[in-house]
C-alpha cells in the first residue's frame, strides 16, 4: 500500500471534524468511522484510474474551513436574483448550512416530506436511517467518507407511493466566505415510493472573487415506476472546487433523468453513479461543460444493468476555450442476465482554441449476450462551411460563431423539461458565451 | 432594355489549394437582367458563385470584381451581403438548435442595421416571413424547425428560395439551385425567383441543366469551361446545349470561340 500524502486541505478537513451536538448514536458512530476512512485515504490523487485526468493538487494545497453559521457570506441578495424568482419549493444552503428563513416549504402533495437533512434526522428517523449512507457508502472513495464524516446538513425528500410533485424543488447553494477557503458538504436525500413523480433542481453559485470548494452527495432512491428528474445548475465562482457524486438505484420500471450544466468553478467534477436493479428501467443521462481560461471541467457516470430490458441514454457535450479541459468518462456496465439492455452514450467537444482539450473514455462492460450497446463521440471546431453560410446571409464574423456555439449547446439545454426551469438555462448558458445575450433578445 | 452595369468581372482568376480554378474570367451583368452560367462539372460554375460570396476556401489571384461601382472582393461575406449580394447553396447547410425564422430574421435585422435601418420587430417580421412562404409554398412548419435540419433536398431549395425571398437582394447568385428538385419544387422555386425580377436587380443562375430555363428565361446564357466563359449567347443557346452536350466545350481551347462581349450587342467595355 502507498502511504497516504497528507495534505494541508485533508488535514484542515480533518480538524474541522465537529459533529452537531445532540446527533443519534448511529450517525455520530457512522461520522467517525467516515472520517477514519477519509483519514486513511486523503483526497483522490491521480494514481487512482478515476481521478487519471483530473488533479486535485491545487485543492489539495490549500487550508480549508468550515465557516460558522453566522460566519459574514457572500452577497446573498444577489447570487439569490440570479437563480431567479420562481415559485414553488425551495430550500436555501449557505456554505452547506440551511437557512430556514430563506427556504419555502409549500406546495407538496399530502403525505409528501421535504425537510432540512438535519431537521429529518430528528423528525422522521427512521425514513432517514434505511438510505442514508447506504448508496454513497463511505467506504467507497474519499469523497463520500469526507461527506458522511463533515456533511452541515442537506434536503430531504421523501414521497410516499402515488405521490407526484408538479413543480420543481430547487435546492440553492450558495458557497464562499471571506478570508479563507470555506468548505461545504451539503447532501440530498431524495426517496420515491412506487409510481411517484418529481423535478427536484440543485443550483450552486458563489462567490467569484474567493475560492471555497462544495462536495456534494445525492442519494436518491427510485421505487418502482418512481420517476425523478435530478437537474444540477452549476454556476459556482471563478475560483471554486465543485466536486460532486450523485447515487441512484432504480426499482423496476422507473424513470431517472440527470442532466447537469457545469458552467462555473474553476475544477467541475461530476459524477453518477446509477444500477438499475428492475426490469424495464430508463436512465438518461445528460451534462454540458462549459469552460475557458485554465478550468477542468469533468462528468463521470458508472450505470450498472443489474436487470433485462432497461434502458441508459447517456449525452455530453462540452465546448471549451483556452487552456481549458474537459473530461469524460462513461463506463456502463451490463451485468449477467441483464439481457436486452439497451445503452448508448454520445460525447461531443467542441473546441474553440488551439489549447484546449477533452479527455474522453467510454467503458462498455458486458457480461450478457443480448444486448445493444454503443457509444459515438465526436471532438471539432466550429464549421468553416457553417459559418460561411451564416456570414453570407449579413451575420458578421463574431454573431455567426456566437449564433453556431450556441446551437452546439442548445440541445442541451431545451433539454431542460419544466419551462420556467428551461428559461433560467438559456438564460444562463447564453450569458457566457460571446454575445450571447444579444442571441435571445432576437428570440 | 437594360440598366446600369451592376456586375463586372474581368480577367478573375481564382485557386482552391494549389489548383487554379478560375483563369481569367470576365463577365458584365446590367440591372434588370438574368444570367444563366452554364457548363461541365468541374468548370469552375460553382467556384465563381463561392468567389462573389466571399467564400474563404476560395483564394482569388488576380483580376477584379465591380459590384455597384464597388471592389466586391474587399469585402467580408456579410458586407456583401449588406450591399445585397445573396448567394443560394447547392448544399444549403444544416444548423440543428437555430430556429429557422430566428435565424432569418437575425439575418434580416442585421443587415437592416448595416444599411443603417429600422430593425423589424418579431410582429412585422412574422407577417413578412408569412407572406414569402405563401410565395415559395413552404410549411409554416418549417418556420419553427432548426435551419435545414432533416428538410429533403427539395425542402432546402425551397427555404433558400424563401430567405432570398425576404433579404431581397439586388444580386442573387443561385448556385444549382435546381439539382435534385422533382418537377413541382422546380416550379415553386422558379416562382420564387421570377417573382425577385425587378429592373433594379439581377440574378446569376449557375446551372447545369437547361430545363431550369424553361421556368426562368434568361437574358444571357454562357457556357463555362476549364475556368473560363467560353461562349455566350441568348436563351437559344441553352436548348442548343441540350442537343450537343457540352463535350465541344472541355475538347475545344477557349480561345477562337466567340468572347462574351460580342454577343447581344450591349456588352461594350466601358
Redesign the interface.
Known amino acids: 500500500m502507498s502511504p497516504t500524502s497528507v495534505t494541508p486541505a485533508s488535514e484542515s478537513l480533518a480538524a474541522a471534524f465537529a459533529p452537531p451536538h445532540g446527533e443519534p448514536g448511529w450517525l455520530a458512530e457512522a461520522r467517525l468511522a467516515a472520517l477514519g476512512s477519509f483519514q486513511a485515504a486523503g483526497l483522490p490523487t491521480t494514481r487512482l484510474e478515476d481521478w487519471r485526468t483530473t488533479s486535485l493538487a491545487p485543492l489539495s494545497a490549500l487550508t480549508l474551513f468550515r465557516p460558522r453559521p453566522d460566519a459574514e457570506g457572500p452577497d446573498l441578495k444577489a447570487l439569490l436574483e440570479r437563480a431567479g424568482r420562481l415559485d414553488g419549493p425551495r430550500l436555501v444552503f449557505v456554505n452547506g448550512r440551511y437557512r430556514p428563513d430563506l427556504t419555502r416549504l409549500t406546495g407538496l402533495p399530502a403525505g409528501a416530506t421535504l425537510l432540512a437533512l438535519g431537521d429529518a434526522i430528528r423528525e422522521v428517523p427512521d425514513r432517514v436511517r434505511p438510505h442514508l449512507f447506504r448508496l454513497a457508502h463511505p467506504e467507497a472513495g474519499a469523497l463520500t467518507a469526507a461527506s458522511a464524516a463533515l456533511f452541515e446538513d442537506g434536503a430531504f425528500l421523501h414521497l410516499p407511493g402515488g405521490a407526484a410533485v408538479a413543480p420543481p424543488i430547487r435546492i440553492i447553494h450558495v458557497g464562499g466566505a471571506p478570508g479563507g477557503v470555506a468548505a461545504a458538504f451539503p447532501r440530498l436525500l431524495v426517496v420515491a415510493g412506487e409510481g411517484a413523480l418529481c423535478t427536484v433542481l440543485e443550483h450552486y453559485l458563489g462567490m467569484d472573487d474567493q475560492a471555497y470548494l462544495v462536495a456534494p452527495v445525492a442519494e436518491l432512491v427510485l421505487g418502482a415506476g418512481a420517476r425523478v428528474d435530478h437537474y444540477r445548475f452549476q454556476e459556482d465562482g471563478a475560483a471554486a472546487f465543485h466536486l460532486a457524486s450523485v447515487h441512484v438505484e432504480q426499482a423496476a420500471g422507473s424513470h431517472f433523468l440527470s442532466h447537469a450544466l457545469s458552467l462555473g468553478a474553476r475544477l467541475s467534477r461530476s459524477e453518477v453513479h446509477a444500477r438499475m436493479n428492475g426490469e424495464d428501467g430508463e436512465c438518461r443521462l445528460s451534462g454540458l461543460s462549459l469552460a475557458d481560461g485554465h478550468r477542468l471541467s469533468g462528468h463521470l457516470s458508472v450505470v450498472e444493468h443489474a436487470a433485462p430490458r432497461c434502458t441508459t441514454q447517456e449525452t455530453f457535450k462540452a465546448i471549451l476555450d483556452g487552456h481549458a479541459r474537459a473530461v469524460f468518462s462513461g463506463r456502463i456496465r451490463v451485468l449477467p442476465g441483464a439481457q436486452k439492455t439497451q445503452a448508448y452514450q454520445s460525447s461531443s467537444n467542441l473546441l474553440l482554441s488551439d489549447d484546449a482539450t477533452v479527455n474522453t473514455s467510454p467503458q462498455l462492460e458486458i457480461f450478457a449476450d443480448d444486448v445493444k450497446c454503443g457509444h459515438g463521440g465526436t471532438v471539432g471546431r466550429l ?4 459559418l ?10 463574431a ?2 460563431r456566437s ?2 456555439i ?6 442541451l439545454v ?1 433539454a431542460v423539461r419544466p419551462e420556467p426551469l428551461r428559461a433560467r438555462a438559456r438564460a444562463l448558458v447564453a450569458a457566457r458565451l460571446p454575445g450571447g445575450v444579444r442571441l435571445l433578445e ?2 | 432594355m437594360s440598366g446600369e452595369v451592376l456586375l463586372e468581372i474581368r480577367g478573375l482568376t481564382a485557386r482552391v489549394g494549389e489548383k487554379e480554378i478560375l483563369k481569367g474570367l470576365d463577365l458584365t451583368v446590367r440591372a434588370g437582367e438574368v444570367h444563366a452560367i452554364m457548363g461541365p462539372n468541374g468548370s469552375g460554375k460553382s467556384t465563381l458563385a463561392g468567389v462573389l ?5 476560395f483564394e482569388v489571384t488576380g483580376g477584379s470584381v465591380r459590384y455597384d461601382g464597388q471592389d466586391l472582393l474587399a469585402l ?3 458586407a ?3 450591399r445585397g449580394v ?2 443560394g ?1 447547392q448544399y ?2 444544416e ?5 429557422n425564422l ?10 437592416r442595421r ?1 444599411r443603417g435601418e429600422e430593425e423589424l420587430d418579431a410582429m412585422d417580421f412574422l407577417s413578412l416571413a408569412k407572406e414569402k412562404m405563401k410565395l415559395v409554398e413552404l410549411d409554416p412548419a418549417f418556420g419553427s424547425r ?1 435551419v435545414n435540419e432533416g428538410f429533403s433536398g427539395g425542402e432546402k431549395k425551397r427555404n433558400e428560395i424563401f ?1 432570398m425571398a425576404v ?1 431581397e437582394p439586388r444580386l442573387a447568385i443561385l448556385d444549382e439551385i435546381d439539382s435534385g428538385l422533382d418537377i413541382d419544387a422546380l416550379r415553386v422555386v422558379s416562382k420564387g425567383v421570377n417573382a425577385l425580377r425587378r429592373a433594379d436587380r439581377a440574378v446569376l443562375l449557375v446551372t447545369h441543366y437547361q430545363r431550369l430555363l424553361d421556368h426562368i428565361t434568361p437574358d444571357a446564357v454562357h457556357v463555362m469551361a476549364a475556368g473560363r466563359i467560353v461562349r455566350s449567347g441568348g436563351r437559344e443557346l441553352a436548348k442548343e446545349l441540350e442537343q450537343t452536350g457540352y463535350a465541344w466545350a472541355a475538347e475545344k481551347p477557349p480561345l477562337g470561340l466567340s468572347p462574351p462581349q460580342h454577343l447581344h450587342g450591349q456588352r461594350a467595355r466601358p
Not at chain 1, 464549421?383 to 457553417?386: G, P
Not at chain 2, 460570396?53 to 476556401?57: H, I, K, L, M, S
Open positions: 464549421d468553416e462551411t457553417s460561411f453560410y451564416l456570414r453570407s446571409r449579413g451575420l458578421d464574423e454573431a455567426a449564433l453556431l450556441y446551437a452546439f449547446a442548445a440541445e431545451e432576437a428570440a | 460570396a466571399g467564400r474563404d476556401a467580408p461575406p456579410e456583401r451581403a449588406a445573396f448567394l447553396f444549403p447547410v444548423i440543428p438548435g437555430v430556429g430566428y435565424f432569418l430574421r437575425t439575418a434580416l435585422n442585421a443587415l448595416a432548426s430567405q433579404l
